[in-house]
C-alpha cells in the first residue's frame, strides 16, 4: 500500500517578504506595518434566497458570531471572523487549526455551497498610523475613518490586483485578501507605497 503523502502548504511570499524596517527613518517610528497571516483556512459559503436564514442560523449557532445580511459587513472579534462578501456569501477564516470546510459541510444546511479557498488566497495585515493613507494610493474606495468604518469589508482594485479589504480596528489594522497569483505583485506594490511613511515588515 502506497504512503499517504502531506504537503505543507508553502506561502506565496516565502522568500519574498524580508523582515526589518524600509524607506524613511522617521523620528517617531515607522508609519506602516506590513505582515502576512499565514496559515490560515478561508472557506466561501454561499446560499441561495430561500437557504440564508438556515444558513445564518447554522453559523451563529456553530460559531456564536452572527454573519451580517448586509454586504460588505464583517463580524467577529475572535475566530473566526466572518465578511459577507455579496448577497447570499460569506467568507469564513480562521487560523488553520481544522479541516474547517470539512467541518462546515458536516453543520451547514446540505443546499449551502462550501469552497475551500485556503490554498488560493494570500492574507497580508496592514496597520499603522498611515495605513489608510497607502490604501487611498491604491484604490478608489474613500478610506476616510467615516466612511470605510470598523468591520466594513469591500473588494476592490487595490494597485491593480483585485482584494478583499477587511477593516478589522480603529488603530488601524487592515486584513488585505488577494489571490495567491497576485500576492508578491501586492505586497512589493504596497511595501514601495509605504516607503515615504517608513514600513516595517515583520
Known sequence: MADTVILARRSALAGVLQPGDHGANRFDGPGIHLTERTPFSVVQVEARAEAIPSLIGALESDTSTAPSLTPNQSAGIGQPRILGTGTGKWLVVEPETRDLAGHLRSVLPDSVAVTDLSHARTILRLSGRD????????????????????????????????????????????????????????????????????????
Open 131 to 202: 495605513a489608510r493613507t497607502l490604501l487611498a494610493k491604491g484604490c478608489s474606495i474613500d478610506m476616510h475613518p467615516s466612511e470605510f468604518l470598523i468591520d466594513t469589508s469591500r473588494m476592490t482594485g487595490l494597485f491593480h490586483a483585485a482584494a478583499l479589504i477587511d477593516c478589522r480596528s480603529a488603530e488601524p489594522v487592515f486584513d488585505i485578501y488577494v489571490h495567491r497569483s497576485y500576492a508578491v505583485h501586492l505586497f512589493e506594490s504596497l511595501l514601495d507605497g509605504a516607503l515615504e511613511h517608513g514600513c516595517r515588515v515583520s
